[in-house]
């Protein structure tokens, strides 16, 4: 799923390639795609694009007295292109047309439909729950007496860094990443860290988060490709050296997602149960 750098490098280069464009035509090949019904699609017609940006891991496409927010969720992307969708295109959701055959387009790769978009007014789009609820952006990092009290909860660090509604933008792959960064176990909980560990924490969302975007700013062109490359050091590397310390990365398995983690830095040398195998060899 796009994070807070894939998802802030798509607005970037969509606002670089877009902005001022006068809006031609707009339709939702997805059938469930559009999640609101008025205005209707069509009232985008002959606005121009003032631009695009990130709100959490969502875009959002500002035109005139209107916005659409989109949530790529685990499979879709929003990119231009430089001439329009075949309407035989099954991954296609929501199409922008612009001038020139121009066309921003929302595609969905594989058989689900999740992703989904909204036409809201600029007030709209602030009560909207997916946008009211968001807790500040992990990056930049909020500053060190909001970053230890919106922490201070009794759960897990990997669930609570990845609730949007404590802080935005972190996802299954960049949790691992600054968890990793931070020589903090998955497991510990948000109310039992130290000011010290909490720092370190704060410090990594700037640090991995910025980093990527850098990367992102001097690999990605004006387009934006279906897979980022993204600069990942432990997550989906089980079984690689840890590249700090060399110990073996070892993960955990959920029902749809991976937890990576280097057991020496992290879990005081304890390499945590699998919960796919011990219930495989229950
Ligand atoms: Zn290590």
Excluded: N
């Amino acid at each position: 799923m796009p994070e807070l750098p894939e998802v802030e490098i798509t607005a970037r280069r969509l606002s670089r390639g877009a902005a001022g464009a006068e809006i031609e035509s707009a339709l939702a090949p997805g059938m469930v795609t559009m999640k609101t019904f008025d205005p209707p699609l069509e009232a985008l017609a002959g606005r121009t694009l003032a631009g695009v940006r990130r709100v959490g891991k969502m875009l959002a496409i500002d035109a005139g007295e209107l916005v659409v927010l989109v949530h790529l969720m685990s499979a879709g992307r929003l990119q231009l292109w430089d001439s329009r969708s075949s309407l035989r295109d099954r991954t296609s959701r929501l199409l922008i047309r612009l001038p020139g055959d121009r066309e921003l387009r929302l595609r969905e790769f594989g058989t689900q439909q999740r992703a989904w978009a909204k036409l809201l007014t600029p007030e709209a789009l602030e009560a909207d729950d997916a946008v009211a609820t968001l807790g500040p952006d992990a990056y930049p990092a909020p500053p060190p007496d909001e970053f230890s009290r919106l922490l201070d909860q009794p759960r897990h660090l990997h669930p609570l860094l990845r609730d949007q509604r404590v802080i935005a933008g972190i996802g299954r792959s960049w949790v691992d990443e600054l968890l990793w960064t931070a020589r903090l176990s998955p497991f510990q909980k948000g109310s039992e860290l130290d000011d010290d560990s909490l720092e370190r924490l704060r410090v990594a969302c700037d640090e991995v988060l910025g980093d990527v975007l850098d990367h992102y700013e001097q690999v990605i062109g004006d387009t934006i490709p279906d897979k980022l490359p993204m600069p990942l050091q432990v997550h989906r590397r089980a079984g690689e050296p840890c590249p700090r310390c060399g110990t073996r990365i070892e993960a955990i398995h959920f029902k749809d997602y991976v937890m990576c983690y280097c057991p020496e830095e992290q879990t005081g040398g304890r390499v945590l149960k699998d919960r796919r195998l011990s219930r495989l060899l229950k």
